[in-house]
């Protein structure tokens, strides 16, 4: 079993193995449970509200350089809703694959 922690080692190597970005807080709904508008969310110092939405090519952007930065093998995409920013998606997706990184899209497809 020690083997373990050298062989991730040499795999990660440098990758973060997973990042998680919020893309967006336009949603749909309003679930009572939904952590998104909760007190504690985003370290309790913002809301979410409060919080500039990119949109457009800036999103494609800002999203690609967190990618280049963190160099994540997974990526969650999350909201709000994402598929508010369908048109974004539809430039991000290929180009996430692209590069090799297994994308999540985490919606509830309203």
């Known amino acids: 079993m020690e083997w373990i922690i050298p062989a991730?080692?040499?795999i990660l190597a440098g990758y973060t193995p997973a990042l998680s970005l919020e893309i967006t807080r336009?949603?749909?709904l309003r679930?009572?449970?939904?952590?998104?508008?909760?007190?504690?969310?985003?370290?309790?110092?913002?809301t979410l509200r409060q919080v500039r939405d990119f949109k457009g090519q800036e999103l494609v952007d800002g999203v690609l350089g967190l990618i280049d930065k963190?160099?994540?093998l997974h990526l969650s995409i999350?909201?709000?809703e994402?598929?508010?920013?369908?048109?974004?998606?539809?430039?991000?997706?290929p180009?996430?694959?692209?590069?090799?990184?297994?994308t999540q899209l985490v919606t509830s497809a309203v």
């Open 8 to 10: 991730w080692g040499r």
């Open 31 to 46: 679930c009572p449970g939904c952590y998104a508008y909760g007190d504690d969310h985003l370290g309790g110092e913002l």
């Open 82 to 93: 994402p598929l508010v920013r369908h048109r974004e998606l539809d430039t991000l997706l």
């Open 78 to 80: 999350v909201g709000g």
């Open 26 to 28: 336009e949603c749909p």
């Open 70 to 72: 963190h160099k994540p």
């Open 95 to 102: 180009l996430l694959a692209a590069r090799g990184i297994h």
